[in-house]
């Protein structure tokens, strides 16, 4: 099946930095990528759509601000958590639908798993 | 708006035994696709199972096994012969329209003992 990394796998930073977090698409193009987020044992919650070459969607609650999403290629997107505090420490996980998949199956991301101290 | 509801938040069952994980969701759609994702302790999301609204026929992969009814709007996972392996969290997920997005239930922690 279609391959999706993600960089890095765990960081932790200081209150204040910011922090950048990778997905990719390894054997496909993905015009669209989901970013989530997910705290321990409970769902995903879907932060945005990023869409290669224009802006990206938000969901509701989510500050465009906070959390910068740029999809610059066919098969990069970004995640950028701005001047993190220890209430953004969590896990994210990226995930794309390969193009032309009938069924829509989405790959996900082996996730990020961010501390901010 | 569209839901998916997991009413089981942990089971358990004995190894080589079966098990069913419920789910429902509401929808006014027609054509939509739902899907079972395992995500063991990696926290890898995995691809368990899907079925297409279109299809009467439950899908079937391996120990895997679906009871979609429509009418109910119900779609329920079976796992025969489990295995200490099927320990995760298994997610139930509906998509509909061109968006893509997923829509998540809550979850079942389901743990398999030895």
């Known amino acids: 099946g279609a391959v999706v990394s993600q960089h890095p796998s765990r960081v932790i930073c200081k209150s204040g930095t910011s922090v950048k977090i990778e997905c990719r698409s390894l054997?496909?193009?993905?015009?669209?990528m989901f970013w989530y987020r997910q705290f321990p044992k409970k769902s995903l919650m879907l932060m945005a759509t990023?869409?290669?070459?224009?802006?990206?969607?938000?969901e509701q609650g989510v500050e465009k601000d906070k959390f910068l999403i740029n999809h610059a290629s066919l098969t990069l997107s970004t995640l950028t958590v701005t001047s993190a505090h220890p209430e953004d420490s969590s896990f994210y996980i990226c995930?794309?639908?390969?193009?032309?998949?009938?069924?829509?199956?989405?790959?996900f991301g082996p996730g990020t798993r961010l501390t901010v101290l | 708006a569209q839901t998916v509801t997991q009413s089981q938040p942990e089971m358990s069952v004995q190894e080589a035994e079966t098990v069913t994980l419920s789910c429902t969701y509401d929808t006014s759609e027609n054509n939509y696709y739902l899907f079972w994702y395992k995500q063991p302790p990696s926290r890898q999301m995995i691809l368990v199972i899907r079925q297409e609204a279109y299809k009467q026929q439950n899908a079937t992969e391996n120990r895997f096994s679906v009871n979609f009814q429509k009418a109910a709007k119900s779609f329920s996972l079976k796992i025969s012969d489990s295995q200490l392996g099927d320990t995760a969290m298994y997610f139930c997920?509906?998509?509909?329209?061109?968006?893509?997005?997923?829509?998540w239930g809550l979850g079942t922690s389901l743990a398999v003992n030895p």
């Open positions: 995930s794309a639908p390969p193009p032309g998949l009938a069924h829509n199956e989405q790959f």
């Open positions: 054997d496909f193009q993905a015009t669209t």
């Open positions: 990023s869409n290669e070459g224009s802006k990206a969607t938000y």
């Open positions: 997920a509906f998509l509909a329209g061109n968006n893509r997005k997923l829509i």
